[in-house]
């Protein structure tokens, strides 16, 4: 059962978001502030949390902003709740990393909806899932990749990049995420390394147009895009 952490100061609002959640079959957790939500994060571990950007201190911005930078919990998809309206509050809170953005008030079904689109984006497919996006298929079983039905040969770190990003779809990720997913937390190579074979992999699949999947994200670094 997914464990969604809700992060608002206000307790109504929670009680009307844990119902709903609870209603979905989603397991909820609670927290009135960042330094709580810290420490749920750190004991419970959850799969998603829901950030309200006004809260008292420490706003949801700079936790999110904080969760983002670290290493640990850089990964943990993030919605964030507001009543703010203005186009630059909700452009801020997506360009630290933020999955999606609901502004208050919205409707349970809304909100259910949205966690679990967001859930669908940022849980990786199981290592031999076959995965298919616009006529690009990689098939981790036999260990094949092909572009409209044709074959096409990936030296071994362009098939582990390629297999990344398409089990991460519309997600943007910084290089050393990258670094630390493809060739592991333990290899020190320099970043750059990734654009090396991220220029490669999109030069091998040129010939079918699917390079336009791999996007640069200008200031973050690359997304692998569900739609050409």
Partial sequence: MPRILIVD?????????????????????EAGHASEARSQIAAENPDLVLLDLMLPGRSGLELARELKQNNKTRTLPI???????QERDKVAGLDIG?????????????????????????????????????????????????????GLSLAPTEYRLLHFFMSHPDRAFDRSQILDAVW???VFVDERTVDVHIRRLRKLLEPTGHQKL??????VGYRFSAKL
């Fill in 214 to 219: 791999i996007q640069t994200v200008r200031g």
């Fill in 79 to 85: 919605i964030m709740l507001t009543a703010k309206t």
């Fill in 184 to 186: 592991g937390d333990d």
């Fill in 9 to 29: 100061d206000e307790p109504s609002i929670r009680e009307v978001i844990r119902f709903a959640l609870e209603v979905a079959d989603f397991q909820v957790l």
């Fill in 98 to 150: 933020a999955d999606d953005y609901i502004t208050k008030p919205f409707s349970p079904r809304e909100l259910v909806a949205r966690i679990k689109a967001v859930m669908r984006r940022t849980t990786p497919t199981g290592p031999d899932v076959e995965i298919e996006v616009n006529g690009l298929c990689i098939d981790p079983a036999s260990h094949r990749v092909t572009a409209n039905e044709n």
